[in-house]
């Protein structure tokens, strides 16, 4: 596959460096507004091509997809252009900013006869398989309760794109915490509704977003959860933090990030590592959308699951108190 990225800020390092490690299976180019910037991200990461423009990728015909990798005020013009132009998309998360939008999306990508995938990378990780096998499998029984907690004190720069609310499509739980949401809502339980609590917010310092929220939430199953998310709370080792799924016949701890799960069951309790090798899951997502443009079959995080998370987000902020 030749895949072309528009935008080459600190998420296209990301996906590249994952990209090594997928061999010949996808050869990269760089798209930027600055030429200069491109062609020196293409160096860096063995590109095959740079462009001055992201119509100039667009329009290549030796390109076969694009990654939109910029601001989500600009995903939605981009992803248009690239599906009337024929190209496959992968669209980093959140992938647009209201509902109507994905809608459009949906259209386009079916009038173009196209496959879209939504960069949710925390789908593909080893941590999330691993959970969803566990629950498939029966291992805690029924699951009365689910608590997810993602706390680090981690503040953006006065200059970062993500302060400007326009620019990145909400506060810091509509950018980043959509992921979190989306591992709470795909681990075989589907959330039917949800409640935003959110604590007062605290504008000291160069990262003005709100920047901590607090989500509850009922299953289809029956039971209830939790997912609390923070960018301002101190937290273990600058990142280390615990979540819980409980259930009637045993309980799943796992470090939220995906570096232990310890399941307590009937048996003797088990410690496993769900994975070290593609821990974030990006090679996984990208075998994924290559599979799905040559089959062309649906792929895991089609622009429908995408939409469902984006559905519990406007429920989130439509009840936020």
């Not at 030749?2 to 996906?15: E, N, Q, S």
């Not at 132009?85 to 109507?100: I, N």
């Not at 506060?171 to 509704?193: C, K, M, Q, V, Y």
């Amino acid at each position: 596959m030749r895949l072309a990225f528009l935008g080459c800020g600190f998420i296209t390092r990301v996906h590249s460096r994952h990209l090594r490690r997928l061999g010949s299976l996808v050869t990269a180019s760089y798209a930027s507004r600055d030429g200069a910037k491109a062609e020196a991200f293409c160096r860096r990461f063995h590109g095959v091509h740079s462009y001055a423009s992201y119509e100039a990728a667009i329009g290549d015909t030796a390109v076969d997809a694009v990654v939109i990798a910029v601001p989500p005020r600009f995903h939605l013009d981009l992803a248009e252009r690239a599906l009337a132009a024929g190209k496959h998309v992968l669209v980093e998360k959140p992938a647009f900013l209201t509902s109507d939008d994905y809608r459009r999306i949906i259209g386009a990508r079916n009038e173009a006869r196209r496959t879209v995938l939504v960069g949710e990378n925390d789908h593909y990780k080893p941590l999330a398989v691993r959970l969803r096998r566990l629950l498939a499998s029966g291992a805690i029984g029924e699951m009365v309760f689910a608590q997810f907690t993602t706390v680090a004190r981690r503040f953006k720069a006065a200059d970062d794109w993500r302060n400007d609310e326009a620019m990145a499509g909400g506060d810091a739980f509509f950018e980043e915490g959509i992921h979190w949401l989306h591992l709470a809502n795909s681990l075989g339980p589907r959330i039917t509704s949800i409640q935003g609590y959110r604590p007062t917010a605290s504008r000291e310092g160069p990262d003005q977003r709100a920047k901590s929220l607090m989500a509850a939430f009922r299953y289809d199953n029956g039971a209830v959860g939790s997912l609390y998310y923070s960018r301002e709370i101190p937290s273990l080792f600058k990142g280390l933090r615990l979540s819980k799924l409980m259930g009637r016949q045993g309980v799943i701890t796992f470090e939220s990030n995906g570096l232990v799960v310890v399941a307590r069951g009937r048996g003797i309790p088990t410690a496993r590592i769900p994975g070290v090798r593609d821990v974030r899951g990006y090679q996984a997502m990208y075998r994924d959308f290559v599979r799905a443009i040559g089959t062309g079959a649906s792929p895991e995080m089609s622009l429908e699951r995408a939409l469902d998370d984006h559905r519990l987000m406007e429920q989130v902020y439509e009840t936020t108190c």
